[in-house]
T-cell receptor
């Protein structure tokens, strides 16, 4: 079935370093991808999105890269801060046109002071 | 401030009881969604609604029911038929099919 997976369950980085969180998706029909950040006890918060007609998109301290050839998505966080500590999920829209999203398992980012 | 309100934040029920989780949005979004999250896992879609008075089953709809009588409200009922109801339930909305989902802060349901 459709699935979105993440390469690593936990990523630990030093404060100030750059973080890279990876995601593999399986549905080649997906044309919209989103990264969410979820803090403990809260709902996911939108970080950045990208459509399949792009391979890179930048936000404030974050960059999303999309490689459609290998069905790979990554989120880069520059100068990681303690407040970035959370679980990060990638999501794809799959082959439907209903707006629903398919989520990966999540990667926990731990920022060491 | 516009947003999605889920209530209550914590809910406790005895096995065999039905329970309804509230979700209200004042974002004027057409589409609303219910997801379930289990510890250490991603989100799984229970039900979604793209317009008032219409809704569709998601991937894990068994043991759940919903209604969409008003644009701003999408309550989820966890019935006694749901075999493993203890979980974190997240409601979301979006203005259209090409936009990201906006999430509420969830309801943590514990059934004993």
């Amino acid at each position: 079935g459709e699935s979105v997976g993440l390469h690593l369950p936990t990523l630990s980085v030093q404060e100030g370093d750059n973080s890279i969180i990876n995601c593999a998706y399986s549905n080649s029909a997906s044309d919209y991808f989103i990264w969410y950040k979820q803090e403990s006890g809260k709902g996911p918060q939108f970080i950045i999105d990208i459509r399949s007609n792009m391979d890179k998109r930048q936000g404030q301290r974050v960059t999303v890269l999309l490689n459609k050839t290998v069905k790979h998505l990554s989120l880069q966080i520059a100068a990681t801060q303690p407040g970035d500590s959370a679980v990060y999920f990638c999501a794809e829209n799959g082959s439907s046109n209903t707006g629903k999203l398919i989520f990966g398992q999540g990667t926990t980012l731990q920022v060491k002071p | 401030d516009g947003g999605i309100t889920q209530s209550p934040k914590y809910l406790f029920r005895k096995e065999g009881q039905n329970v309804t989780l509230s979700c209200e949005q004042n974002l004027n979004h057409d589409a609303m969604y219910w997801y379930r999250q289990d510890p250490g896992q991603g989100l799984r879609l229970i039900y979604y609604s793209q317009i008032v008075n219409d809704f569709q089953k998601g991937d894990i709809a068994e043991g759940y029911s919903v209604s969409r009588e008003k644009k701003e409200s999408f309550p989820l009922t966890v019935t006694s038929a749901q075999k493993n109801p203890t979980a974190f339930y997240l409601c979301a909305s979006s203005p259209d099919r090409a936009s990201p989902l906006h999430f509420g802060n969830g309801t943590r349901l514990t059934v004993t």
